[in-house]
Structures are given as C-alpha cells and as structure tokens.
C-alpha cells in the first residue's frame, strides 16, 4: 500500500501528540526511519529549554517518540541536531550545534550505539578551522570518511555566515583540520548529498526563525572538498520569489521498501510561523520529493500539499 505524506496540519505521534521535532534530519537506519529534531515546546526558541528528541516510524506515518536523545543536556541554548551511522566504528554520531552564550556557538558531538539512543557526549567542543560555527550537516561518503559542512559567523569579507566544508577524523568525532575554503556568504541552513558520483551542497539565505522562508541555492562539485560550482535555486521562482515559504533543514536519500522499491531524494523544510495553536514547537514541516533533470541538477520544488510514496 502507499504511504500518503500530506503538509498542510501538524503530524502527530502515536502518543496522540503534536510532533514537536524541528531544524533536524530524517534518516533510514536498519530497516526503521528515524526523525531527529529540537523540541520547542511553547518559547520562542532562544532560550535553554531546547532539546533534542527523537522519533521513529516503520512507514513515515506512525511517529513513536523515544524521548531526549542526550544523556546529559549541556547548559546552553541547543540547535540543528544531525545524525550518521559510522560503518567503521558501528557507531551512530550526533553533531548538532550550541550556544552557551548567544551567539557564541561551538558544535558538540556525541554517540549510542543505537539509532535512538541515548547519545553521551564526547566532545562539548569541537574545533574547526573556520571561527565562530553556526549552522552545519555531517555527510558520510561511500568510503566512509566523514564531512562536515557548516557555516562561520563572523564577516568573510563578502559578508557574514560563510560556508565551507571540512572532513572529519576516522570516528567523525572532530576535525582533521583540512578545509575546502569559504565558497558563498550570507546563508545558512546546509544539507550535502551524493548523487551519481557528483556531490551537492544546498543551502539558503539567512533566515533565522523567519516565516517568509530561504531559498536553496545548489551547488556541485566532483570531490566533497570542492571546488563548488553554483547550479541553481531549487526554491525560488523565475522572479527570484521563494516558492516553498521555509528553511531547508535536510535533504536526504531513502529507500522506499516494497516489491516495486525505488529511492527517492526528500527535501525537509521548517514552515516557520504557520503553527495553528501559536505554540512555535507546533510549526508545520514541508517535505517534498526532489526530482533532477537529464543532467543532475534538481528541478524547483512545487509546493505540494501531499504526495505517495
């Protein structure tokens, strides 16, 4: 039977509950889907009380929630928990970025030995090269040598949040200090993927919390390590107008089990500002499948209310 994925009410868990799983990543480990996310609650999602949680689904529709990902929730304010599997240590690898001080942010890393969890963290404080780190997306190659793409606050001389990406040492744990170089500015919001041998890198104007959503800029290059070619931007119209009203937050590879299985490449999207209640954890999410041209380059997302898979 297909599974129908709509985008216009809050998803709701099994527990009965409005999904309160944001600015994260779906990911597909061992036959199960697992949704991993900041949990809002009823704030304005600058303050302490974030943390991050996780949900898991046999068919992207019924949402069990396993609780806080983190055995110990640091002291700081929390973001942008992302998820991958390490094939050479069967390890599962949680980075996700926190403030102790906004907007002071450092990137933290920790690791279960299970999809949900908990994760212990293992390092509060990963270094980079590049200074002040915001937004990122861990990407895991064929060969399993891990990446970290990620922006820089601080001004780049063109102008602040740059972007660039870095590869990670053999457990994915912190950086080997080796950086492709900063290859656009004023955006944020990242997601890296591999298609076809290419690699892509899609991410979008500032937009912090803002509920007139980004754009999602696609960039392409042979290595993970770049250089990176600008292709187009899959969420913006001719006249330049944001078509999807949200904030990339994951674009992600999956299979879709079944005799006619197939993969499919999903784009996630916080639709921020559009929670019914007023209840900023109750925020819609837009997913929508991505579909490429002859060449590769993704097509302009349509603002679907609801597709089968």
């Known amino acids: 039977m297909p599974t129908t ?23 597909y480990f061992a036959g199960r889907y697992y949704w991993y996310g900041t949990a809002y609650g009823d704030t304005d999602g600058f303050v302490k009380t974030n943390r991050y949680v996780v949900y ?22 929390c973001y942008r928990p992302y998820v991958s ?42 270094k980079v090269t590049q200074p ?5 997306f861990p990407f895991v190659d064929d060969d399993g040598t891990g990446y970290l793409i990620y922006t820089s606050i601080p001004d780049q001389g063109d102008g602040d949040h740059g972007m660039s990406v870095e590869r990670l040492n053999g457990d994915m744990t912190a950086s080997t200090g080796e950086n492709c170089g900063i290859f656009d500015t004023r955006v944020e919001a990242p997601s890296m993927f591999k298609r ?12 912090c919390f803002c509920p007139e959503g980004a754009g999602a800029k696609v960039f392409r290059a042979d290595s993970p390590m770049g250089p990176w070619t600008l292709l187009t ?25 079944g005799k006619q299985a197939e993969t499919v490449w999903l784009w996630l999207g916080d639709l921020w500002g559009s929670r019914p ?22 097509q302009r997302l349509q603002r679907v209310e609801r597709f089968e898979l």
């Open 132 to 136: 002040q780190p915001g937004d990122h």
């Open 85 to 126: 599997f390490n094939p050479k240590t069967n390890t599962y690898v949680l980075w996700f970025n926190w403030y102790p001080v906004l907007w002071e942010g450092q990137f933290g890393v920790a690791t279960s030995d299970t999809p949900a969890g908990p994760y212990t963290v293992v390092n509060p404080d990963a």
């Open 277 to 298: 209640d007023g209840i900023k954890g109750h925020d819609l999410q837009h997913w929508e499948p991505v579909t490429f041209a002859d060449d590769g380059t993704p």
């Open 196 to 207: 076809d041998g290419k690699y892509y890198a899609v991410f979008g104007n500032t937009c």
């Open 56 to 77: 898991s689904s046999p068919d992207l529709q019924a949402w069990t929630n396993h609780g806080d990902l983190l055995t110990a929730p640091l002291d700081g304010v």
């Open 233 to 257: 931007d899959m969420n913006r119209d001719n006249d330049g107008n944001v078509i999807v009203p949200a904030q990339q937050t994951d674009i992600i590879e999956l299979p879709t089990p």
């Open 5 to 27: 994925i709509q985008n216009t009410t809050p998803r709701v868990g099994t527990d009965g509950n409005v999904i309160d799983c944001h600015d994260g990543c779906l990911r």
